[in-house]
């Protein structure tokens, strides 16, 4: 199952993460979506990116965020790649990741950057949209 809906945690033009074509495994065992990063200067224009518990990883940000502490993250059991959202005592949201391409040329993207937690409620809106599409 597929949702046109799209996540995204957007801090400022240059510094924001975006899931979109977010799909859920026919065996409920996991997700892909195509991810975009920008962090600064660096960015990656759209990879796909493959996570493990969508609903999981709502419920998680939905505590760190009331909280004001605790971390959340997407990933699957074996691979390195990831993206986290820490929370902190003052208010801010640190969002940090790696991504990962193999190949002839190995390219990896090592990503970091803080938001103010205001940030919080538009982007856990669009994961709950798309969490109510996938089911």
């Not at 929370?87 to 002839?104: C, I, W």
């Not at 940030?119 to 856990?124: G, I, K, R, T, V």
Request: charged share 30%; net charge negative.
């Amino acid at each position: 199952m597929k949702s046109d809906a799209h996540i995204a945690f957007a801090a400022s033009n240059t510094e924001f993460v975006e899931l979109s074509e977010i799909e859920r495994f026919a065996d409920d065992s996991g997700y892909v979506s195509v991810i975009r990063i920008g962090s600064g200067e660096f960015a990656c224009s759209g990879k796909k990116f493959y996570f493990a518990d969508l609903p999981g990883f709502l419920e998680d940000l939905k505590t760190s965020h009331r909280a004001v502490r605790g971390r959340a993250e997407l990933r699957t059991q074996y691979e390195e790649e990831f993206v986290r959202f820490e929370f902190t005592a003052r208010g801010h949201v640190v969002v940090s990741g790696l991504v990962r391409e193999y190949g002839n040329f190995d390219r990896m993207l090592r990503f970091g950057f803080e938001a103010d937690q205001s940030f919080m409620p538009p982007f856990l809106a669009s994961i709950e949209r798309v969490v109510a599409a996938l089911k």
